[in-house]
């Protein structure tokens, strides 16, 4: 009487195992995290489900074996491609072919057609289940590059936009400079050539800021940007501010004043707050009307310092709220008092530190820029 193949694959499901182990490692496919121990404990509960399922006679009805796929799960993750797969499946059926010949070599070659169908619809499920992880890969790539290539063109967009007008300006003012130059009699007019000099130096500190602000942010986003960190009392770095943002306020007759804190320190890059401060300073003096007033106050507690730099200016709808510190966003009514960076800057100078940087703002109110920064140690990782 002959012995039921699923009899055959129980009894010797150990040897089975080693041997199956033993031909995977002999073809050198990537090698997994799992345990020896995983890898057996995997293929034995396999096996379990191929012999139920030859004992009911159900190969042709079953869709997929789910210890298959959970032996199988880090075929992607180890570098498993389609051939690797195949071949696994291979070694696997050919195994269990020789086992069982060698104890029961009575067996026909009809008697292995149910445990072959099983076994391709293993094969075929593992296929599917790789090449819907590869689409989504390819597909994230393809993303990921759409993302990177419309990152760049509106890197270049911005920088040759904003380039253009101070290189316009040099290039009018050196030609006039020249013109002035070429002239036989220079008597009175010097006034007349230090007006174009002042003009060519104008454009060129203005396209000096805009590659450093790209330089800066192009850095905090790659987190090569390493902090300077030191104690520094907070009302020192409120007037410094203050000092650094007068000249401009100035202009706009804009009035720019402290109200005192409650005292504190924080630890910092002095440099770089004064830069987060020049940058909403910068961003509130633009939006305030003529006659108004900015206001800088800043709230301690023993964890943390709040800063708020309040302003008069027209204030922000809600819905723009949360693109604010977005690279390069500019609102369409104000996409010609700015270049887009100033705030995108400033929160990420905000957050190398380890706080936080938001805006609440009320429409024909104003705005208050608020950004909070540990008093305690920094971390030595920046995030």
Not at 22 to 41: K, M, N, T
Not at 93 to 104: A, T, Y
Not at 179 to 208: C, F, I, S, Y
Not at 337 to 350: D, E, H, M, S, Y
Request: proline share 5%; glycine share 8%.
């Amino acid at each position: 009487m002959r012995v039921p193949l699923h009899s055959v694959i129980e009894r010797h499901s150990k040897l089975i195992i080693e041997r199956f182990v033993g031909a995977v490692r002999a073809h050198e496919l990537p090698p997994r995290s799992l345990s020896h121990e995983d890898v057996a404990d995997h293929l034995h509960r396999y096996l379990v489900e191929i012999v139920a399922v030859l004992r009911e006679g159900l190969a042709d009805q079953v869709d997929s074996s789910k210890a298959a796929k959970q032996h199988g799960e880090q075929r992607w993750y180890v570098g498993y491609d389609l051939k690797s797969i195949v071949l696994e499946y291979g070694l696997f059926r050919q195994v269990i072919f020789d086992v069982v010949r060698e104890s029961e070599g009575a067996l026909a070659n009809e008697d292995f057609d149910p445990l072959a169908q099983f076994l391709h619809v293993g094969i075929a499920d593992a296929a599917v289940e790789f090449m819907e992880k590869s689409m989504l890969e390819v597909n994230n790539a393809l993303r990921l590059a759409e993302e990177a290539t419309g990152a760049r063109d509106e890197l270049l967009a911005f920088v040759s936009h904003d380039l253009k007008n101070p290189l316009n300006v040099i290039h009018g003012s050196a030609e006039l400079l020249s013109l002035a130059l070429d002239a036989p009699d220079l008597t009175g007019k010097g006034p007349e050539l230090k007006k174009h000099v002042a003009r060519m130096q104008r454009a060129t500190l203005t396209m000096d800021r805009l590659i450093r602000d790209l330089l800066d942010l192009g850095r905090i986003r790659a987190g090569e940007f390493h902090l300077e960190m030191s104690p520094h009392l907070v009302d020192p770095l409120l007037l410094e501010a203050l000092e650094q943002a007068a000249p401009l306020a100035e202009q706009r007759s804009i009035a720019v004043r402290v109200d005192p804190s409650d005292g504190g320190t924080i630890l910092c890059d002095r440099a770089r707050v004064l830069q987060v401060f020049a940058n909403v300073l910068g961003n509130a003096i633009k939006f305030t009307r003529e006659g108004g007033t900015i206001t800088l106050r800043a709230t301690c507690t023993p964890q943390e310092c709040t800063f708020a730099v309040t302003d008069e200016g027209p204030g922000i709808p809600k819905e723009r709220l949360p693109f604010l510190f977005n690279r390069y966003w500019q609102a369409p009514d104000t996409a010609s008092k700015g270049t887009g960076l100033g705030l995108a800057i400033a929160r990420g100078f905000v957050v190398l530190h380890g706080g936080n940087i938001w805006c609440e703002s009320e429409v024909g109110v104003g705005s208050t820029f608020f950004f909070s920064l540990p008093t305690g140690q920094h971390p030595e990782k920046i995030q």
